[in-house]
């Protein structure tokens, strides 16, 4: 009788474990969509506070600016590629597979984020009054980038461009992002 009772009790938990364990990838696969899809609306909120205090410099706040830019830095880089390391797929994800295939690339663009997003962090810290016309860029200035993901090649040339022209190739790094690496 013991004998049934233990083996039975050996049954059922390994019918649990076996449920458990095909639960869990899908659920952690579901978490790291959760996960980034916050950090993805937390970047964008970030970049709208920078954006709305560019279209009208009266309300720049060097402090707020540089929150701003640090919520992008925080969420970007290894941390942003970390986000998509995992193979598992998850039917929120918006994410296409040609990541994994082209991660160099992909890191590539989430690092770039991260230095404009520094870049911008370095111009509030700098210039921590009104907004200086420093910061803007000039009527007519090329803005570089664009669709195919041209970005700056060192630090040296990005911190001497106007703050505003780095906030605009960040938000060309996203677009580029979402382009080749997002479904829809």
Excluded: W
């Excluded at 709208?48 to 970007?76: G, L, T």
């Excluded at 994800?93 to 082209?102: L, Q, T, Y």
Aim: hydrophobic share 45%.
């Amino acid at each position: 009788m013991r004998r049934t009772i233990f083996a039975m009790m050996f049954g059922l938990f390994s019918v649990v474990e076996a449920v458990l364990i095909t639960a869990v990838p899908s659920s952690a696969a579901e978490d790291v969509v959760a996960l980034r899809q916050a950090d993805m609306k937390a970047m964008a909120a970030a970049a709208k506070r920078i954006s709305d205090m560019f279209k009208d410099p009266a309300n720049y706040k060097a402090a707020e600016f540089r929150s701003a830019a640090d919520a992008i830095r925080d969420r970007s880089g290894v941390v942003l590629s970390g986000h998509f390391a995992s193979e598992a797929a998850s039917p929120q994800s918006k994410a296409r597979p040609n990541i994994r295939e082209e991660r160099e690339r992909f890191d590539r663009i989430a690092n770039d984020l991260r230095d404009y997003a520094v870049a911008l962090d370095a111009a509030a810290q700098n210039n921590p009054g009104p907004m200086p016309a420093s910061m803007r860029m000039k009527p007519g200035e090329a803005m570089g980038g664009g669709p195919l993901g041209t970005h700056v090649r060192n630090e040296q040339e990005l911190s001497a461009m106007p703050a505003e022209h780095a906030f605009h190739l960040m938000l060309q790094t996203c677009t580029t992002c979402h382009a080749k690496f997002r479904t829809e």
